[in-house]
């Protein structure tokens, strides 16, 4: 399926949603392919009173990202592999943000510290953030533990002698 039609579909299922949910905002739908083959689609919306579909701390965000990620999947091509990302009012963008930034002084401690730090438990969608906010540093890696609601990153220095073992 094309990008366009992809484009059509997702606009189409947003706007039965934001009917159901009697929701009348800005929507923006825009489809991004990563190295690696998947499609990232990003549906964001804008207005005014959207508090209630952010929710709590973003739960009611995620649900809803949950909802389009598996409406949208029953009526994609078999075998598109394909992630949905929900923001509304830049909240997600905001948090992210914010994340980055926590990781990066997190790293900045595992390296004075000389020893791994685990971070507290977090979503999939936020360890990702984390992950991807780190990759480029070649003095510290990641990687997520634990199981379940209790899954969170570890991040780890690697010493200079590893770092020159890994060039060779």
Do not use: W
Request: aromatic share 4%; charged share 40%.
């Amino acid at each position: 399926m094309k990008d366009e039609d992809i484009v059509k579909l997702v606009n189409k299922e947003v706007d039965k949603l934001c009917k159901l949910l009697e929701v009348d905002c800005e929507r923006d739908c825009q489809i991004e392919d990563s190295d690696t083959g998947v499609k990232y689609i990003k549906i964001s919306f804008e207005g005014q009173d959207l508090g209630y579909m952010i929710g709590s701390r973003g739960r009611h965000m995620d649900s809803l990202q949950f909802i389009l990620q598996v409406i949208i999947g029953r009526q994609l091509d078999e075998g598109t592999d394909f992630r949905v990302f929900v923001d509304v009012g830049d909240y997600r963008k905001a948090k992210d943000e914010s994340l980055e930034q926590m990781a990066l002084q997190k790293a900045d401690d595992a390296r004075i510290l000389g020893e791994p730090i685990e971070l507290e438990p977090m979503s999939p969608s936020d360890r990702r953030v984390v992950h991807m906010a780190l990759q480029v540093f070649d003095d510290v890696k990641t990687e997520s533990i634990g199981d379940g609601k209790e899954r969170r990153v570890k991040i780890i220095p690697i010493s200079d002698k590893e770092i020159l073992k890994g060039s060779d």
